[in-house]
């Protein structure tokens, strides 16, 4: 069992890293309170506790740039002192910058940081590891202080408009990986000092934004879900999804079609091949469909009441039969291109049907032609 415990655990990496090392087995998370740096004894007694310290406490943003400077320095200072008072010497992981090769205050504080642990671990025989990290990004960080990506997330889902100030190009690394990285180096996987952690993605600001735009339009602002090319993308579309205000957002209405055959209604409509999900309600006695597609795949799965699918190939005579009781076990039936295909209630209840359908076609080439089973 290996204690670790974390300094800055309520910030945005910490409380990801916090949550995550709960998941992992032979691990004992030693709370930290943001308050044990204004209590000596408060933070000689966590140091005590721990085998793995991950010192991630720090200032990102502040009007006067050696405020920052200072503090950040201060935290590292305070932190060696009561290890030192303790005589004890946990594995320390630090939370530095690739900005240490920049001319700010910001990144010379990480430097600086990085040299005073390096220095203690020398003196005590301690062991140290400097993390250099890319921007971080994910959800819950807070807007305008941790991230562009949590700031630009922000905005898009209240209503205002980001601005590129440098179209710059930025290395990003997601906070489930970092934790994941942070994770390997206590396990001991990775004995590097100091370890330059890897990046997920490289992007120019605007790229970024262009992506953001895209689940604002589409997700946000009409209840498609986007397309997701990779997973760095799927990370940022996870990552705006959490800045939506969903107690105001939410429940979102929607478009009910109602006849003498029922109702049907579409759930979710994904763009690029993700198609489309709907659902609906056959009366008894009632049959949907008759029609055939030329490009279009679809799947009818009955969750509720008894039903039979009926499939007929185009040019052909052979009727396909499927009978589905729902009650006893739902089932579905795909319906293949040049098949024409109806769905009959033939219980005495309504039937629930969901209908997934691949919309991956151009729609000006004609898809959908009536045709009777």
């Not at 039936?333 to 024409?340: H, L, S």
């Amino acid at each position: 069992m290996i204690s670790v415990g974390i300094t800055g655990q309520p910030g945005f990496v910490g409380s990801h890293l916090y949550n995550y090392l709960g998941l992992q087995k032979d691990i004992e998370r030693i709370p930290c309170d943001d308050a044990f740096f204004q209590d000596e004894a408060a933070l000689r007694h966590f140091v005590r506790q721990c085998d793995v310290i991950v010192h991630l406490a720090a200032m990102n943003r502040h009007p006067d740039m050696q405020v920052i400077y200072d503090t950040n320095v201060r935290l590292v200072r305070q932190l060696i002192a009561a290890m030192e008072s303790e005589n004890v010497t946990p594995h320390v992981l630090f939370s530095s910058s690739t900005q240490e090769d920049k001319d700010n205050l910001y990144g010379a504080s990480k430097r600086e940081g990085r040299r005073l642990l390096d220095e203690w671990a020398e003196r005590s025989g301690g062991k140290f590891t400097g993390l250099v990290i890319p921007n971080v990004f994910g959800p819950f960080g807070r807007p305008n202080y941790n991230s562009m990506v949590a700031t630009f997330c922000h905005k898009l889902t209240h209503e205002e408009i980001p601005e590129v100030l440098v179209d710059s190009s930025v290395k990003l690394i997601y906070v489930g990986d970092l934790c994941r990285e942070i994770f390997t180096v206590i396990a001991g996987t990775i004995t590097d000092n100091p370890y330059y952690v890897p990046h997920n993605a490289e992007k120019k600001v605007t790229e970024i934004i262009a992506l953001l735009m895209k689940y604002k339009e589409q997700y946000y602002d009409m209840g498609i879900v986007p397309y997701i090319a990779d997973s760095f993308e799927q990370s940022l579309f996870n990552t705006f999804v959490c800045y939506i205000d969903h107690q105001k957002y939410y429940p979102r209405q929607l478009k009910l079609n109602t006849d003498v055959r029922g109702s049907f209604v579409e759930t979710i409509k994904l763009d690029h091949t993700g198609g489309q999900v709907s659902f609906s309600t056959t009366h008894p006695g009632i049959t949907r469909g008759n029609h055939y597609h030329t490009r279009k795949f679809e799947r009818f799965a009955v969750i509720k009441g008894k039903a039979r699918l009926q499939l007929r190939r185009i040019g052909g005579n052979e009727v396909l039969n499927f009978d589905i009781d729902a009650d006893v076990c739902p089932g579905y039936v795909d319906m293949p291109v040049w098949y024409t295909h109806n769905i009959t209630n033939t219980g005495n209840d309504t039937v629930y049907t969901i209908f997934w359908i691949n919309e991956f076609y151009n729609p000006e080439d004609g898809d959908t032609y009536f045709e009777n089973v």
